[in-house]
Nanobody
Framework: QVQLVESGGGLVQAGGSLRLSCAAA????????VGWFRQAPGKDREFVVA????????NYADSVKGRFTISRDNAKSTVNLQMNSLKPEDTAVYYC???????????????????WGQGTQVTVSS
């Protein structure tokens, strides 16, 4: 079992930035594909971005391209999400998710991800 923990959420004004981190308790995320999803009140969970473990290829949702950046910090065994130029519509609970060990995630389908964190709230005020 992989226990994921997100951190870095908070309240920010529109146009501001936040950095989320995802860590796995007791292990490294370096050999898992990792994605970020978000869920706003009354809406379905939405794919944000994913990063593969083998070649660090990334896949972004159109709504965040050019504003969000996912990266790995293998020294710290974390996956980070830098969010810039935040908009009120980015307000949501953000979830970190990991795919299978040494596996690949093809797209943003939640069923591809085996492990999920509890989420961290991001609120962007206008």
């Amino acid at each position: 079992q992989v226990q994921l923990v997100e951190s870095g959420g908070g309240l920010v004004q529109a146009g501001g930035s936040l950095r989320l981190s995802c860590a796995a308790a007791g292990r490294s995320l370096s050999t898992y594909p990792v994605g970020w999803f978000r869920q706003a009140p009354g809406k379905d969970r939405e794919f944000v971005v994913a990063i593969q473990w083998k070649n660090a290829n990334t896949n972004y949702a159109d709504s965040v391209k050019g504003r969000f950046t996912i990266s790995r910090d293998n020294a710290k065994s974390t996956v980070n999400l830098q969010m810039n130029s935040l908009k009120p519509e980015d307000t949501a609970v953000y979830y970190c998710a990991a795919g299978p060990f040494l596996g690949t995630v093809i797209d943003g389908t939640p069923s591809q991800y085996k492990y999920w964190g509890q989420g961290t709230q991001v609120t962007v005020s206008s």
